[in-house]
């Protein structure tokens, strides 16, 4: 088959989010395998926001010890083979195809015999069987959403990490912050060590009983690990981490922040706990692989002149994050928004939260169905800027060259600057038009 009639074979079991609470089709589908998610030890993340950053992370630390890694994220930027990285790179377009070759009679004979596996339960067999196959020392396996019911939880994660949990999904999760931290808490399993990122108090109390019940180990930022100074720097920001074994200084992160250098606790915190034993890890060691993060889509510069910066934040949680971020390291006189989202998130806690720090807004809709009508989104973008600063445009393309003719036309235009947001698809779509050389 050709990489092209496998991708539509794959995208035609369904959209990520038809979701069925089981995990019986995927658990059979595993038999079939033969168990290849029990072939190497596992770190298993889950949690609302940071989840890819984190798994980058650990995935470079632990290349960095010369250990072979899987790594299988989600959702992708520009190709589907991102999702399955092995050494760091995706899979190529060749071994993707063997990899569905090698599994596809097994998923018509699951079809056939428990009910059609979805997208997202064809690609984590996937991942799982290339990892077993290649062999990995490791995989860091990224939940899709959620935890309990999802299919990468037919692993046992030696390590759970959790990263920050807030409201998301909350049609799929749970109306609060309690149930969505009780279904994400399901992938916390007997004699693991969970790494907790800081979380609300409702959250932590959830996930500590469920690691008493568990007998897991608990790591908790802030207490047994975290950081322990920061302070921005050129192209990102210089760290001093507490890990569990020991103090790491001087360590540089190219990724902009207060959050990811929350995430980049808890890799380092994750990966000393995989390791064992009570020695810290080597320092050098530990700089040399945060300096080689990338985190693509997470407040990514992608043109200069004027700057533009694209990231993926989708809900409040992330982007509180995301402004205090631009406020703390990007310091832009003017700064212009391309936006569009999901109609299903809680699109107006998203907008206040970027009232404060964009002179103007360009609201328009990316490619997916699920985008918000841009009519609908400029209305609720006009009860909060008002107005005269929200510009509505039907086309993602036009809406990033009005941006960029906005953030020109000021006399500060040396500090005036681009943010596109509001869904990993605006991010994907905005990075494929500036790339290829669209926009202006």
Known sequence: MEY???EKAILQRGVEWDIDPTLDRINVLMDLLGQPQRAYPVVHITGTNGKSSTARMIDSLLRER?????RFTSPHLASMRERIAIDGEPLSEDRFVEVYEDVHAYLELVDQQQGRLSFFETLTA??????ADAPVDVAVIEVGMGGSWD??????GAIAVITPISLDHVGYLGPDI?????????????GATVVLAQQPLEAAEVLMRRAAESGATVAREGLEFGVAHREVAMGGQLMHLQGLKGVYEEIFLPLFGEHQAGNAACALAAVEALTGGGEPLDAD????AFAQVTSPGRLEVIRRGPTVVVDAAHNPGAM???????????GFSRLVGVVAVMADKDVAGVLELLEP????????????????????????AEDIFGNERVHEVARIDDAIDIALGLAESTEEFSGAGVLITGSVVTVADARALLKAGGGR
């Open 178 to 190: 309690e149930a969505i931290a009780r279904e994400k808490a399901g992938i916390i399993k007997s």
């Open 66 to 70: 010369n250990l072979r890694v899987g």
């Open 126 to 131: 996937m991942a799982f069987a290339a990892f």
């Open 357 to 380: 720090v964009m002179e103007e807004i360009v609201v328009t809709r990316n490619s997916s169905p699920r985008s918000m009508d841009p009519e609908e989104l400029a209305s609720l």
């Open 4 to 6: 092209q009639a496998v």
């Open 151 to 156: 299919s990468t939880n037919v692993a046992d």
């Open 320 to 330: 509180e994050s995301v402004v205090q971020a631009l406020e703390e390291s990007f």
């Open 285 to 288: 060691l530990v700089r040399r």
